[in-house]
């Protein structure tokens, strides 16, 4: 096993790498470089040896490469830049915005492979019959939906109009941990439609090809109970495309999150990298987007472990 | 969950010889409306403990859905008629509740896939026990003994490395005495075996088909032996029934249906083996199979069979060939035909202009 | 009938009750005939179903829509009558009007031709980066391939909305920026299936002759590598297009994509959420329409890798 872990991390350093790199060439799209953003529209004001003087001191006019290995190293010992909106180191603004997002995430990743994964079994356990059918028409309903939209008509409905949840705010979990919850509900259930639809399809359809398969006939003609059948059998084989699911589940999640907190207020990431868009404050989105590009390679890697982990056949294939 | 044997039924092993499964005027149908077809109509097969009976035919002739009626594994939708008797209890009126007590404890099913056939995320011996420990009663070490002696039973004797590995690390053939074993240790008497040798290696075959015959003998199993290959059934079975389009178109004992077959499919099937000796000028051609719908009344062989005549218009029945022999044969010219395939490449009696059938032929039977 | 002893042949027969089944195609390397003969010709076996006909002409009623925008007896979607805010339908505004007492029917329909407008620039990023992504990858192999690829799974693993967000915040909020960008990263999906259409042909007898014959690896690749990359690289376009239509209007929501006061259903959604007890409609309404597109689109897709693609 500790051989795999090797591999894929050996296979896996090389892409946060070049995901880096990808985060640290946005800078260079900047019209007019990255003094000119840092400076705001103030830079009429100075002049052109001035702001070549600040680029020295800043070190951008070193070779691309000096200025990435700067950059890169900055990053690794937890500096990840300054805010130009706010002045303030940019971990400092971000650090308090995790926890909200965090639990928005993981609060959808749990409820929609719970439901979802429910779904998908009963799925397929009822193939053909109307359960089935009403299950794969509802998730296909699930997954046209756009998020915001869900979100928007939810929060305007239930929240505003019939009162049931509170449609914008947050209460930190620090306060008043019922209160955190009420202010969650509502857009973790909607983050969960749409990836608990698309986990639900992909549940289904793979029990539905393990039940089809020569061992499950045979389990049924040596007389196994079903739901021996259905629980041990068929389902050790499912478990591998909900380990595949999640890292996929993030990516998706991840911009659902943004979304959704913007329109339930949540104070998160997601509403501080719009504001940071407005603000043109761009340490900050390049951080987050920093942020996020290595959590799913990290994801990526511990999914691709744990599967391994789980399926024998895999566990030799590496092996070879 | 564990050890929930058959209620109601007796556990005593059966007497050699003693019919222990008998199908009576199996008919099954599938499909609805304009696509409803007949599998199988009117099928009669028996099986005895310490036998072998071999089904042989073409693809698509029903012989695996004969087999899977009798287990309660045809697909939802399908209608099934007839009488299926296990030991006494009338299989086909039980709802699947019960049923399932039947399967592996009494009547087991092994099939063409031999790898594939187990679970490729458990270890073998995890699966084995799962499977016994349903059926049997009786602590872990006990039904584990068991185990380990159904393995050494189809010569498996190294268990411990059997028991712990996946079945992607054994063989074709290993895998297929796993099931075996596995049906052994769930305590069944009846096998029905779906083309079990057709996926293996031809030297594999030859083993696994002695070790079917030994266990036979043993243990006293009663075996339906489903293959295509004659050459196969000739190897193993005691009893040989032949199935065209889901009727029994000949039966009788293995040996002499292959010497002397008395029905035309049959020796069609026959010469379709190539042998050592002699040569042949070309391997015989059947034409493709008629379609079900619009087919003609009369004897369902009628229109690929060589010695057709005027009389085959009439659906012959499964009758005794000759009296006093248990040989069946569903044709009129049953009679004609065996004395014919007695020679070697036997060619149809010419019946004359008028399609007169020669005089030797039992036409006065209905 | 052949010997039953053989064993390839008692394989191909020994299915007994499956007998119905058909045999599984085999990898089919011979040089591809014309493209569009192929694909006439090409069936996994079923028609386009009714589901996905519905999609068909949904969709097309929408691209119809956004065409004739134009020349269609509607109002100005510009045009703001403040006496008239959040109406609700009436007969010169079917659908009512917005917060500003803009024709709520003529801005859905002008926030088609926007949709459609990100959705093709989209398409069209998507597969000018990532076509010749994949044949180079394919084609040039080793080193070129091992890089290209890396990239591609770099880009693959990225949030494409996060990125999405990361590229405008620099280039500025327009949709053409926006699409672009979703495009370029999508591209590394179109880049595997093209890479992996290369590489069966790449080492075939017929092409090593042609190229000593002087053939270059263009014509080789777009008369024996495109046909048959063809049918999945439609399948997943149209996948891809259906979620850039969300994508569009998620960007253009978060004020990222169109910029007012044009129309957008995403725009317009924004705008009239704040608003929402006043005037619900101008809230549900673009995202209806965004689903609807969305949705027609996603069928069509799968009513097309039905029947493109051989089972």
């Known amino acids: ?320 | 969950m564990r050890g929930r044997g058959a209620p109601a039924l007796p556990l005593a092993a059966p007497a050699p010889g003693e019919e222990v499964l008998r199908i009576d005027r199996l008919e099954v149908e599938f499909g609805r409306g304009p696509v409803r077809t007949t599998a199988l109509r009117g099928v009669n097969l028996a099986l005895d403990a310490g036998r072998v009976l071999g089904l042989a035919g073409e693809s698509g002739c029903g012989k695996t859905t004969s087999a899977l009626a009798a287990m309660g594994l045809l697909a939802r939708g399908s209608v099934v008629r007839g009488s299926i008797r296990y030991r006494g209890t009338e299989l086909l009126a039980l709802p699947e509740k019960e049923l399932r007590h039947y399967r592996g404890r009494h009547l087991a099913m092994i099939f063409q896939e031999t790898t594939t056939a187990l679970n490729p995320v458990i270890r073998v011996g995890d699966q084995l026990m799962m499977a016994a420990r349903t059926h049997v009663p009786g602590g872990r070490a006990e039904v584990r003994e068991r185990v380990i002696g159904a393995l050494a039973d189809v010569r498996l004797t190294d268990s411990e490395r059997v028991m712990t590995s996946y079945p992607h690390e054994l063989s074709g053939g290993m895998c297929q005495r796993i099931i075996i074993a596995m049906a052994l240790s769930c305590g069944s008497r009846v096998l029905f075996a779906d083309e079990p040798t057709t996926a293996l290696d031809v030297s594999v075959q030859e083993e696994i088909l002695e070790l079917i015959r030994g266990l036979v003998t043993r243990r006293q199993l009663a075996v339906l032996m489903i293959s295509h290959d004659l050459a196969v059934l000739a190897d193993v079975c005691d009893d040989l029934a032949v199935m065209y389009r889901g009727e029994i178109v000949e039966s009788g004992p293995a040996a002499t249906v292959l010497e002397r077959p008395a029905h035309p499919y049959t020796q069609v099937l026959l010469d379709c083996l190539p042998t050592l000796r002699g040569r042949r000028e070309s391997l015989p051609e059947l034409p493709p199979a008629a379609e079900d719908s619009g087919a003609p009344p009369g004897c369902r062989y009628r229109a690929r069979c060589a010695w057709a005549v005027d009389a085959c218009l009439a659906p012959p029945p499964l009758a005794p060939v000759l009296t006093g022999q248990p040989r069946m044969s569903r044709c009129w010219r049953s009679v004609t035909v065996l004395e014919h395939t007695a020679r070697e490449g036997g060619e149809p009696d010419n019946p004359g202009p008028d399609g007169a059938p020669a005089a030797s032929d039992n036409m006065s039977r209905d | ?311």
């Open chain 3, 1 to 311: 009938m052949p010997s039953p002893s053989s064993g390839e042949t008692n394989l191909w027969l020994a299915s007994g009750a499956s007998a119905a089944e058909p045999r599984p195609a085999l990898q089919d390397t011979t040089p591809a005939p014309g493209a569009a003969r192929r694909l006439r010709r090409a069936s996994g076996g079923q028609r386009f179903g009714l589901v996905p006909r519905i999609g068909l002409v949904i969709f097309g009623l929408l691209l119809l829509a956004s065409l004739l925008a134009p020349v269609l007896p509607i109002d100005d979607p510009l045009q703001q009558t403040l006496s008239l805010r959040n109406a609700g339908p009436s007969p010169h505004h079917l659908l009512g009007t917005d917060l500003v007492g803009r024709d709520m029917l003529s801005r859905m329909i002008y926030g088609c031709r926007s949709a459609f407008e990100g959705v093709a620039l989209g398409v069209l990023a998507m597969l000018a980066i990532g076509v010749p992504w994949g044949l180079a990858a394919g084609f040039f192999g080793a080193a070129v391939d091992e890089v290209l690829m890396r990239v591609a799974d770099a880009l693959l693993s990225f949030p494409p909305l996060i990125l999405a967000i990361g590229v405008v915040s620099a280039l500025g909020p327009s949709i053409s920026h926006a699409m672009v960008t979703v495009g370029v990263i999508s591209a590394p999906g179109v880049a595997r299936l093209l890479r992996s259409a290369v590489l069966p042909v790449r080492n075939a007898q017929f092409v090593l002759i042609a190229r000593s014959l002087g053939v270059t690896r263009l014509h080789i690749a777009a008369r024996h590598v495109l046909p048959n990359a063809m049918a999945p690289v439609i399948v997943q376009t149209v996948a891809a297009a259906s979620y850039f239509l969300i994508v569009e209007a998620a960007l253009s929501f978060l004020g990222l994509g169109v910029p007012p006061p044009s129309s957008s259903w995403g725009a317009d959604m924004a705008s009239a959420y704040l608003n929402f007890t006043a005037n619900p409609a101008a809230t549900v309404v673009p995202g209806l329409a965004i689903t609807l597109g969305a949705w027609s689109i996603s069928v069509i897709g799968d009513g097309l890798r039905d029947v493109l693609v051989r089972a």
């Open chain 1, 1 to 320: 096993m500790g051989r795999i872990v090797l591999r894929r991390l050996a296979t896996s350093i090389p892409t946060i790498i070049v995901s880096t790199i990808l985060v640290f060439v946005l800078r260079y799209l900047l019209p007019g470089g990255p003094v000119q953003a840092m400076l705001g529209g103030g830079t009429g004001q100075y002049t052109p040896q001035q702001i070549a003087a600040i680029e020295a001191r800043l070190g951008l006019n070193a070779p691309v490469l000096v200025q990435y290995w700067h950059w890169i190293t900055g990053v690794l010992h937890g500096n990840l830049g300054t805010s130009y909106y706010s002045q303030q180191p940019v971990t400092t603004v971000i650090a308090p915005r995790v926890i909200p997002s965090l639990e928005l995430i993981v609060g959808a990743l749990v409820v929609s492979t719970i439901v979802g994964g429910g779904l998908g079994i009963l799925a397929a356990v009822n193939r053909g019959r109307p359960a089935g059918r009403t299950i794969q028409l509802g998730t296909g309903l699930g997954l046209s939906i756009p998020d915001f939209w869900l979100a928007a008509v939810a929060a305007g409905v239930l929240g505003l109009t019939l009162n049931i949840f509170p449609a914008v705010g947050f209460t930190p979990i620090s306060e008043s941990l019922s209160g955190n919850l009420d202010t969650l509900i509502l857009p973790v259930l909607v983050l969960s439609v749409v990836t608990g639809s698309f986990l639900a399809r992909h549940v289904s359809s793979a029990m539905a090809s393990a039940l089809d398969s020569p061992y499950i006939k045979s389990a049924w003609a040596m007389g196994l109970p079903p739901r021996k059948i259905y629980l041990n059998c068929a389902l050790r084989n499912a478990v591998a495309p909900v380990i595949t699911f999640i890292p996929l589940a993030f990516t998706a999640l991840v911009g659902g999150t943004v979304l959704v907190e913007n329109i339930y207020a949540i104070p998160g990431l997601g509403t501080e990298i719009v504001s940071s868009v407005s603000n043109e404050d761009y340490p900050i989105v390049q951080a987050i987007v920093l942020l996020v590009g290595v959590l799913v390679v990290v994801l990526n890697l511990l999914a691709d472990i744990a599967l391994a982990f789980f399926d024998p056949r895999i566990r030799n294939a590496i092996s070879e």
